[in-house]
DNA sequence: TTGTTGTTTTTGTCCGACTATATTCCTGCG
DNA sequence: CGCAGGAATATAGTCGGACAAAAACAACAA
């Protein structure tokens, strides 16, 4: 390969970083169980068989189910084999899980669902960020949307300034559990915006949303940054689904 | 042994599965890193050193990595090592995680954070229960309800029926999200609740406020399964703290 | 200084043998 | 005939050892 080329055939992970053999078949068993080709209950082939068939060692198979087993999709048990764990036990929240889950097609009743939790979670974060942020989380902020609206989110420089804006809102809110739940939703949340973009080009300005929550989280005024936040989250599920109007008003 | 004797002294898991040499060392190191004693940015030995050390097979410790990686708490890159991932990594809200957390002295902070969580997300849990329970739903609900009563939370089918109780009421909330969620948090807290009870036996009694919740999810008055679920989280937090009513106001 | 090339350390992958576990089945006893 | 106990067996679990690949680092050259 010539100077400065790049080999965009690797698979790449969520951060970008180049999938090893073990996540590779992780990140392929999960996606096929997530997304129902093997149902709750099943059992895969044994070690010998899978890996052949997969033209990867034993070693490398089992790690990647020891992957898929701490991610609660699969248990493994001597004598019985590696069975699919009833969908109770799945880490649905997990990073990787979620981002599995929009892989093939995002299915529309889990998406509504995912934005129900937002909808409950964000704007009561938005209400924490707003009593306990910083003036550095501030400064933070407004440099973000200053990006943000230079850039735009079409480009990579304005996802990246969206990205920090929200996860410095996360962290003024002081709590870790939700800082780490959240920034995984909005994560998957945003897979789904790039799938869907490749449709749909076009939507509302997102800017005026982000906004209102900052105006609101700089004058430390929860309740202005709850209602600002709803309506934030409210849009983006309009802007990610096409529908559901009715959801939103609940 | 003789029939009918059992192994105490083997480990076992959150459900009571016995933990193969790979679990094991997982847990000891995932708890090692969340109680701090391997900071982020640290480097662990390599393989080779480690898993001599630990007198495991090297197979038997990477697979040992891969959970800890699948769980956000370390990162493995070649010629650099093991490293612990910054806590923002770290998937806080995974069962396992959660677990450790609380194995060692439960911190304070923490704990009043999860309950912040807490007091978010069950009360409009309840409430969407309220709205969209089953009769069937109504039914386990209050069965469990009179188990808990003849039974008592002092005894191990009390404990059982609470937790009938409220996995029924998650699956009435017909968000698969929120069901996930929610459980893993409620198992850590229940986890501290046993590690408090052996110094402080004696608190106030459960039924009450989740007879409230019942009463109202079976009313289908979602305002009223909120209050109701408020109260109970509330009340949940006094008991394992002893402290923090500032909290549980705000 | 900058770019390139080699060195080296560490994880990644592979293989093949053996062990542990738990189901299944069979056998013999009541 | 039913059932308890033990043997057979299929599967994951563990091991050790070899080699491959990645990537930081050092040495060197332009």
Redesign the interface.
């Known amino acids: 390969m010539a100077k400065g080329d790049e080999d965009f055939g690797v698979v790449r992970r969520i951060d970008g970083k180049p999938l090893r053999i073990?996540g590779t078949v992780?990140r392929d068993l999960g996606i096929s169980i997530v997304s129902g080709e093997y149902l709750p209950g099943a059992i895969l082939d044994n070690e010998v068989t899978a890996s052949e068939e997969l033209k990867v060692s034993r070693?490398a198979y089992?790690?990647a189910v020891?992957?898929l087993?701490?991610?609660?999709l699969v248990e493994a048990r001597p004598k019985i084999g590696t069975r699919v764990s009833p969908?109770?036990n799945?880490?649905?929240?997990?990073?990787?899980v979620l981002y599995w889950m929009f892989q093939r097609e995002p299915d529309e009743q889990?998406l509504a669902?995912?934005f129900?939790?937002r909808r409950?979670?964000e704007p009561?974060g938005a209400a924490?960020a707003a009593e306990r942020r910083s003036d550095e989380h501030l400064r933070i902020m407004e440099r973000a949307l200053q990006d943000m609206r230079t850039h735009t989110l079409a480009t990579e420089a304005g996802r990246a300034a969206d990205q920090l804006f929200h996860s410095t809102m996360l962290d003024a809110t002081?709590?870790?559990?939700?800082?780490?739940?959240t920034?995984?939703v909005e994560a998957a949340v945003s897979w789904t915006t790039e799938f869907k973009q490749r449709k749909a080009p076009l939507q509302r300005d997102a800017l005026p949303d982000h906004i209102k929550v900052f105006e609101a989280v700089s004058a430390a005024d929860a309740v202005a940054a709850r209602a600002a936040m709803v309506e934030l989250v409210d849009q983006a599920f309009v802007d990610t689904t096409g529908a559901g109007k009715d959801t939103a008003a609940a």
Chains 1, 2 share one sequence.
């Open positions: 073990h992780a070693t089992r790690e020891r992957i087993s701490a991610k609660g969908r109770k799945w880490h649905l929240l997990d990073p990787d889990l669902s995912l129900e939790l409950i979670i009561e924490l002081g709590n870790a559990f939700l800082a780490s739940l920034s995984g």
